[in-house]
């Protein structure tokens, strides 16, 4: 079958580092998403690797393993408006999103 | 805002009613999709079309009956639901149905059976 798996909860203080992993076995690879989603809101894109290494975008970065079937999103100076969940999604060899259940971020002063 | 709007944004209905969530999208794409989101459960994806043909349809229970008229509007009709069915109807639109194209979602239809 097919799994994402992913921390349910994190908590972090603000200006701090976090970093959330995620872990899959999928049929097929063709790319992994992050998207945050905010309580009561759309999730949003943030990050698409599809090669091993890290992608860095501001204060977010993204790693790939996909020897491993490992990712992780790194979260740097660390802001209120971060508290978050943030979906890990696999795209498989049927171009469907495979989703974890989320990690519930929680950011404290 | 996304560039995908979603209506109503929250919807209650007994077991016997029939109700339709509406979906558009502003962004020229191609390929449009309904999710059903529960509570600290993965996202589950429920129809896909692309080019407004069906091209996915994950199982799911007839009681959900897809329509994609053109390919900016996608609507989700719902007759006879289940309390289970319960959640929150998530939209999204993408290019294509193809590996790189990111998915733009809509703020969701919160939806409650009685």
């Known amino acids: 079958g097919q799994n994402i798996d992913q921390p349910t909860e994190m908590t972090a203080t603000e200006g701090a580092i976090v970093q959330i992993n995620c872990t899959y076995q999928?049929?097929?690879?063709?790319?992994l998403f992050w998207y945050q989603q905010h309580a009561g809101e759309a999730p949003t894109f943030l990050s698409y690797n599809v090669l091993d290494g890290l992608e860095e975008k501001g204060r977010f970065s993204s790693f790939l393993s996909r020897s491993k079937g490992y990712s992780y999103l790194l979260l740097k100076e660390l802001q209120m408006k971060d508290s978050a969940s943030y979906l890990c999604?696999?795209?498989?060899?049927?171009?469907?999103?495979?989703w974890g259940a989320g990690t519930k971020l929680i950011i404290k002063p | 805002e996304t560039g995908v709007t979603q209506t109503p944004r929250h919807l209650v209905m007994g077991m016997t009613n029939k109700k339709s969530l509406k979906c558009e999208q502003h962004?020229?794409?191609?390929?449009m999709y309904w999710y059903k989101q529960s509570a600290k459960k993965p996202l589950e994806l429920m129809f896909v079309?692309?080019?407004?043909?069906?091209?996915e349809n994950n199982s799911v229970p007839s009681r959900f009956s897809p329509e994609c008229p053109n390919s900016s509007h996608l609507f989700l009709h719902l007759h006879t639901l289940q309390p289970e069915d319960s959640a929150l109807y998530l939209c999204?639109?993408?290019?294509?149905?193809?590996?790189?194209?990111?998915?733009?979602f809509g703020p969701g239809t919160r939806l409650t059976v009685l």
């Open positions: 999604a696999v795209m498989d060899s049927n171009y469907q999103l495979i």
């Open positions: 999928t049929s097929g690879f063709n790319g």
């Open positions: 999204a639109s993408s290019p294509q149905v193809a590996p790189t194209d990111t998915q733009y």
């Open positions: 962004l020229g794409h191609n390929a």
């Open positions: 079309y692309n080019f407004k043909e069906q091209t």
